[in-house]
């Protein structure tokens, strides 16, 4: 019971890490290096903690994004 819960659990992570690679894909980013995409996203958590307009600001992109292809 225990290995199973292990294996779905796994199974979970691995398909978030894919969907999170998906985004990137999805954002042009595929081929950028990965520190610079770390350091970008490390600079977005902290803008997002302090401005609630720009969160607001770029989840109506990212929403804009996912209505162009049906997402």
Do not use: C, H, P
């Not at 691995?14 to 985004?23: N, Q, S």
């Not at 950028?32 to 609630?52: Q, S, T």
């Amino acid at each position: 019971m225990r290995q199973a819960s292990s294996t779905e659990a796994r199974k979970k992570d691995t398909r978030e890490k894919i969907e999170l690679g998906g985004l990137i894909a999805k954002a042009g980013l595929r081929y950028e290096k990965r520190a610079v995409l770390l350091g970008a996203l490390i600079e977005l958590g902290r803008r997002l903690k302090a401005d609630e307009a720009e969160r607001a600001r770029l989840a109506a992109i990212g929403a804009k994004a996912f209505g162009n292809d049906g997402e």
